[in-house]
């Protein structure tokens, strides 16, 4: 008899930590939640009522693996915009989310055995995608010095060896809110051409930006032909489309091809009636996208300042993305302390521990919510780190 067990790599998987909080208090209407990544609101009714149409003509057939002309020709036009050069459909593959996007590019380049480099603390999907393709993962660790995350670029380009497969950046980043400066991309590109290294940008929170632009440095806008560089992205966030499950890629031409082979095995394609919502949003949506930006810069700005203002608080400033990391002085299980604020104060966030070892004596609070929400937790927070 032969066990029925899994891979030895998908056994050795980290479990989600935010899961595991959250599993505790999971449906109890006393708890105030902040510990997933998305809007208290839902998709707006613009995006909604395209989705409904297309439902209703019956657009509910199989597409193209890499998409429907239409989304695909919203997207160039899109992207060309907003990083201010040509990307063509030849480049733009529609995935079926943002982590799918992830899967899919590191299935297109990673072999069992690469080295793969991440800037950490991050999402942990970001970490295990590469494990699960039997690769060996390596953290390049963020820094908090002086309020401010900081990457140490010398430390990355050490990282950086010529065994080095794939490279993953993912700024703005979750949970820090650090975001790559413009300046060190052109040191890290430098760096991946030389070793033929893959560098994967998970773009995902390039919209939510705090300082005035409408997107945050992408390696996309200085790509030449031939770079190994690939962008991730989705309509999660910016568009608050979490539950539609839609993202695209950013290819070099020479991958488009396979890339439809590798979509045919894993999803054959997206749903046509979510697509047409997306091409809807990307056409008409650059105004909610700014309404989106300018609520969660107040929603930062809220949650931050009474952060800082609880005793043994110390939060960095998040340059964008939906969320502030923060330590309690003294904490050292962030899993122990997320419970022990569910049940003392009925405030649910993510441990810091679910974004790497690193991440240990942090915790996260997405505040992508209504004022209110966040205020009423906070209160909470406050009445619970004062006694
Ligand atoms: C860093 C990062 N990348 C990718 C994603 C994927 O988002 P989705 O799968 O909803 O498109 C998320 C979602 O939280 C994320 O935080």
């Not at 989705?51 to 919203?74: D, K, P, V």
């Not at 996007?101 to 480099?117: E, K, N, T």
């Not at 900081?150 to 380009?157: A, I, P």
């Not at 993953?168 to 051409?193: E, H, K």
Request: charged letters at 20%; one cysteine or more.
């Amino acid at each position: 008899m032969f066990a029925p067990t899994a891979r030895p790599e998908v056994l050795a998987l980290r479990r989600s930590a935010i899961r595991d909080v959250a599993n505790e208090a999971w449906g109890r209407p006393d708890v105030l939640t902040f510990w997933f990544g998305e809007s208290d609101r839902p998709t707006p009714a613009f995006i909604r009522e395209a989705g409904a149409r297309a439902l209703s003509e019956g657009r509910t057939f199989y597409t193209h693996n890499l998409g429907t002309a239409e989304l695909r020709g919203a997207l160039s036009d899109y992207l060309g915009g907003l990083h201010g050069r040509p990307i063509g459909t030849e480049r733009i593959a529609v995935a079926n989310s943002g982590v799918n996007a992830l899967m899919l590019a590191a299935q297109a380049v990673v072999s069992p055995g690469d080295r793969v480099v991440v800037v950490t603390p991050v999402w942990p999907n970001v970490m295990e995608i590469p494990r699960i393709l039997s690769a060996t993962v390596e953290g390049v660790s963020l820094e908090a010095a002086q309020g401010k995350w900081r990457l140490d670029l010398d430390r990355l380009m050490d990282a950086l060896t010529p065994d080095t497969r794939m490279l993953v950046i993912n700024s703005p980043n979750n949970p820090t809110g650090w975001t790559l400066p413009a300046q060190d991309r052109a040191a890290i590109l430098a760096r991946c051409r030389q070793y033929g290294i893959w560098l994967v940008g998970d773009d995902v929170y390039e919209r939510l930006t705090f300082d005035g632009r409408a997107s945050a440095p992408s390696f996309l806008e200085l790509a030449k032909d031939g770079d190994r560089v690939i962008g991730c992205n989705t309509f999660s966030k910016a568009w608050r489309m979490t539950g539609w499950r839609l993202g695209w890629m950013v290819l070099p031409p020479e991958l488009m091809e396979p890339m439809g082979v590798l979509l045919e095995y894993n999803t054959s394609c997206a749903p046509d009636f979510v697509q047409a919502a997306a091409a809807t949003a990307l056409r008409d949506g650059e105004a909610y996208v700014a309404e989106v930006r300018a609520e969660l810069a107040a929603a930062k700005d809220q949650v931050l300042a009474a952060l800082r203002a609880m005793p043994g608080v110390e939060a960095p400033e998040p340059d964008g993305g939906m969320y502030a990391f923060f330590r309690v002085a003294g904490c050292t299980d962030s899993v122990a302390l997320a419970k022990q604020i569910i049940e003392a104060a009925g405030v649910g966030l993510a441990p810091g521990v679910a974004f790497g070892d690193e991440g240990e004596g942090w915790l996260r609070w997405c505040f992508a919510n209504r004022p209110e929400k966040n205020a009423a937790g906070l209160e909470r927070l406050a009445g619970f780190l004062a006694r």
